[in-house]
């Protein structure tokens, strides 16, 4: 079974720093590519960045740029993000998602499996 799932999620104050972890198992990251997306309460899903863990190649939304970095760890079959200077608006679901296609981008519409979030507050 094809399974992703998200740790590291928590409360932080604002300029604090986290990393969550996405874990797979039912497969092997080093054919696929992963995507990080968030989720605010009555905001629509928002991509961070994804990665593809054949050759480490990362991209970026362009207001995520600087303080969020994807990196992975074949070995363990994990990707983390990276989260730096965390502001009370970075608060959200924070969600990885995996696909087998080459380079998906941002589109969530392109990968097929989804973790179940994990929920980051960052108070002010």
């Known amino acids: 079974e094809v399974q992703l799932v998200e740790t590291g999620g928590g409360l932080v104050q604002a300029g604090g720093t986290l990393r969550l972890s996405c874990a797979a198992s039912?497969?092997?990251?080093?054919?696929?590519?992963i995507g990080w997306f968030r989720q605010a309460p009555g905001k629509e899903r928002e991509g961070i960045g994804c990665?593809?863990?054949?050759?480490?190649?990362?991209y970026y939304a362009d207001a995520m740029k600087g303080r969020f970095t994807i990196s992975n760890d074949n070995a363990k079959n994990t990707v983390y993000l990276q989260m730096d200077s965390l502001k009370p608006e970075d608060t959200a679901v924070y969600y990885c998602?995996?696909?087998?296609?080459?380079?998906?981008?941002?589109?969530?519409?392109?990968?097929?499996?989804w973790g179940q979030g994990t929920q980051v507050t960052v108070s002010s």
């Open positions: 998602a995996g696909t087998e296609k080459l380079w998906p981008k941002l589109d969530p519409g392109l990968y097929e499996y």
């Open positions: 039912g497969f092997h990251l080093d054919d696929y590519a």
């Open positions: 990665i593809s863990s054949t050759d480490g190649s990362t």
